[in-house]
């Protein structure tokens, strides 16, 4: 039974064939990559925007009291 590959490009002959074919492919780990770094950039955004968010309330608060 032949098999073929459409994402490598390429005819492969046997079951064992293709499987190699698929493990040997690493045009997904670049998404993959991508995607992490995306994850961990936003959890750095995240974690910095509490951190204003309490002071700027902090610092509003001070204002309101001073004000009134």
Known sequence: ??????????????????????????????????????AGISVAIIATVAGLGTKLKSTFTAVDGALN
Do not use: H, N, R
């Open 1 to 38: 039974m032949e098999f073929s590959v459409p994402w490598a490009g390429k005819e492969v002959g046997t079951m064992k064939s293709l499987i190699l074919t698929f493990f040997k492919d690493q045009s997904g780990a670049t998404a993959i990559e991508y995607g992490l770094i995306a």
